[in-house]
């Protein structure tokens, strides 16, 4: 995050990545968008599965199984960054019209209320655990089995679910060409 807003060399550069016109063309069709979210969805999740694999299955953490986490979170992360790009959900970036302004803070309530969701499911479940451990025989294994990827998904949902939901919302963008023909022949 920014400490302040950042400086004019920085937002030129923030400009010249987001608003590129090829980076543009290419985020410009919703099915586009909307495949990048799925495919963070399914990155995240995997991620999630493969952090619980091996407490489910009583197996012990191999390299390979924190390679495959660590591959898949920072899949993930650089999916999430792409599709921040293609929704113009950049931390500092002012140059959006007043409309795409009003998006993204309905966009960011949006994703509090869900983030508080998963939150408050978290808390839940950890109370249940905890209610339940006393009397029973349970082991760290089966809250850990639980607990982890709700903690992962809660995070990624975080950091990612206002830019999705832009992403995957949004009509097709009008290219440059297609905003300014209005039916005329020269």
Known sequence: MFIG???DRTQER???????????????????????VAVFLATTLG?????????A?????????V??????????????????IAARWVAGYR???????AEMDRATRLGHHV???LATLLVGVTAGFAAAAPGTDMGAAVPLVVL????????????AFPACYLAWTRPDELSGDEEGDDGEDA
């Open 5 to 7: 807003q950042p400086d």
């Open 14 to 36: 923030m400009r010249a990545l987001i608003e590129n016109p090829r980076r543009r063309a290419f985020w410009a069709a919703r099915p586009r968008r909307r495949a990048a």
């Open 47 to 55: 991620a999630a599965a493969v952090l619980v694999l091996p407490l």
């Open 57 to 65: 299955a009583d197996a012990s953490w191999s390299l390979a199984g």
């Open 67 to 84: 390679a495959g986490f660590v591959v898949l979170l920072v899949t993930s992360a650089v999916i999430s960054t792409h599709i921040n």
């Open 95 to 101: 140059g959006l019209d007043e409309f795409q302004r």
């Open 115 to 117: 983030t508080a969701a």
């Open 148 to 159: 982890a990827p709700l903690v992962v998904v809660t995070a990624m949902t975080h950091a």
